[in-house]
């Protein structure tokens, strides 16, 4: 093989692209939705997590701080193994196939949600922290003075109006995760990389399948970065913050090269 | 609301119904003693201006009237609650709980020096937030409800506003509607203009004067002596945390007794 000439084999990479195997497709479909479900559970757990580090409780303060402080304080590939071989190898719990509403769901794709939900909603939880923190005091004692009561506020005035800062550093993390779920090869969950792995060491076209599924990912991120600015130009709007309508290329241009403003604009 | 003739009725002299009465209030932050024992009695309908040196306490005995601060000592009642707290089965005082809290507040209206608009809802909704949230009128009824204290504050064009396109008077008229949605038997106002640029600050005080003259129970913590002179019916001089002078403005602004109340006023006039 070591002739020196490009080993490169085109047309393998074009058919990979463009006319992938159902079972690359099929690892795209799981890196897709075990990441969607997993960041959906972290952003419940975050908020509960996060409200809870705001308690007047000390107990509750104390036990939301112990969490974030050992979820994020792990590698995520650590606590994978940990969930899925090393509670069933003590018999604590043994994660196995199941079928929910007549989908069929694998152990280890059980096992990668959960730990991927659990380890994000730590640093979902300083996020949704950092937005509460965010909103201005006055906004609270705005709701208690017209009768509120503190949990009242939290939800119809604080936490709406917290979302305005969340939403860019979630789209931040959720992008991350989408990544990081290569990592769910190790417990053998058939995801995007994995399959790769294994088309690779059966074709050893390792370069061209490799550089296949980069462009795989880079189409889901580049795709969340689209749905990403949907969401936050849907929340400027509800704050009567209207973005000035401009071409979808304008927009990604503007966007790439100034994301500071993100185009923003107050009506007059 | 509050009826319009409790005003004839408001003075000195039997009939006159209390709504504030404050004894011997007592604040601290950390080592620092902000209120040493503020004593104040507001009857239904009257205006009561609170002036004074910054830091000299006015605020905070403001807040501690609906509860925003927890006085330390001394007892605050509202329309005859006894604010923040209720009396357990043996006729002992026991903090009462925030649900408790919220519903004594609601009778009290809150006017900020920054207004603190929800800036992502419209007027209309900033208005109606209350009334459908905290007394759980229905929408329809509450929509009603808003544009009729929008329009009293002078806003009906700007219903579907955002906070973000008004101006700050305009802000702050919201903030008052929003208020006076709940239908509160007492309104503080904690300097209402003073965030305001001085062009609109009239239109504010408007607003303000209007609801004095439909008999509204006040307390407003304000620097313009002017509106003081002409909508107060007694002014209460505030200076190291102490009610050092009150009286009618005239007897306050024009024959001080108080050598810290002379100071002040050669200050601000």
């Known amino acids: ?268 | 609301m509050t009826s319009s003739d409790s005003r004839g009725t408001r003075m000195e002299g039997g009939g006159a119904t209390l709504i504030v009465q404050a004894t011997e209030v007592r604040k601290s932050f950390g080592t620092q003693e902000v209120l040493k024992g503020v004593s104040l009695e507001v009857t239904r309908g009257e205006v009561v201006v609170l002036i004074g040196p910054s830091g000299s306490g006015k605020t905070t005995f403001l807040r501690c009237i609906n509860h925003f601060e927890k006085p330390n000592s001394g007892v605050v009642q509202v329309n005859g609650h006894l604010i923040g707290s209720k009396l357990d089965r043996n006729g002992r005082r026991v903090d009462a709980s925030a649900r408790e809290i919220a519903k004594q507040r609601a009778e009290i209206g809150f006017v900020f020096q920054h207004f603190n608009l929800f800036p992502n809802r419209t007027a209309l909704e900033n208005v109606m937030l209350g009334p459908v949230k905290v007394q759980k009128m229905s929408k329809d009824k509450a929509r009603t409800l808003a544009i009729d204290q929008l329009t009293k504050v002078g806003l009906s064009n700007k219903i579907d506003t955002y906070p973000a396109q008004l101006s700050g008077g305009q802000k702050q008229r919201v903030a008052i509607a929003r208020s006076l949605a709940m239908s509160p038997a007492l309104m503080l106002f904690d300097e209402p203009t003073s965030a305001l640029d001085p062009e609109v600050i009239g239109e504010v005080l408007t607003v303000i004067r209007d609801l004095a003259n439909d008999g509204m129970t006040m307390i407003v913590v304000s620097h313009e002596i002017g509106f003081a002179r002409e909508v107060a019916d007694r002014v209460a001089m505030f200076d190291d945390g102490q009610i050092v002078e009150i009286g009618t403005p005239r007897q306050v602004f024009d024959n001080p007794t108080q050598a810290r109340t002379k100071a002040f006023l050669s200050k601000v006039l």
């Not at chain 1, 190898?89 to 949600?113: E, K, N, P």
């Open chain 1, 1 to 268: 093989m070591l002739t020196g000439a490009l080993q490169f084999n085109t047309s393998f990479f074009w058919h990979e692209l463009l006319r992938p195997s159902s079972g690359f497709l099929g690892g795209l479909g799981r890196t897709v939705y075990i990441s969607v479900i997993a960041q959906v559970i972290a952003v419940i757990i975050g908020l509960a997590v996060a409200l809870a580090r705001r308690s007047t409780l000390r107990i509750l303060r104390s036990v939301a701080g112990l969490y974030v402080w050992v979820l994020r304080g792990t590698p995520l590939l650590v606590q994978l193994v940990i969930v899925y071989d090393g509670l069933a190898a003590t018999d604590i719990y043994r994660f196995r196939d199941m079928t929910l509403l007549g989908i069929s769901i694998l152990a280890s794709v059980q096992a990668a949600i959960v730990t991927l939900a659990l380890n994000e909603s730590a640093y979902m939880s300083e996020i949704i922290r950092a937005g509460l923190a965010a909103v201005d005091v006055g906004q609270n004692e705005a709701a208690l003075s017209i009768g509120m009561t503190p949990a009242q506020s939290m939800r119809h005035v604080v936490v709406p109006q917290a979302i305005r800062f969340v939403i860019p550093p979630l789209g931040n993390d959720f992008n991350a995760m989408m990544k990081s779920t290569s990592v769910l090869s190790v417990i053998g969950v058939p995801e995007m990389f994995l399959i790769t792995q294994e088309i690779s060491s059966s074709t050893f076209h390792t370069f061209e399948i490799f550089l296949d599924a980069a462009l795989y990912y880079l189409a889901l991120t580049t795709i969340w970065t689209f749905i990403q600015a949907w969401l936050e130009a849907k929340v400027d709007r509800s704050w009567g913050i209207v973005r000035t309508k401009r071409s979808l290329l304008s927009s990604v241009r503007e966007r790439f090269q100034d994301p500071r403003t993100l185009g923003l604009s107050r009506r007059a």
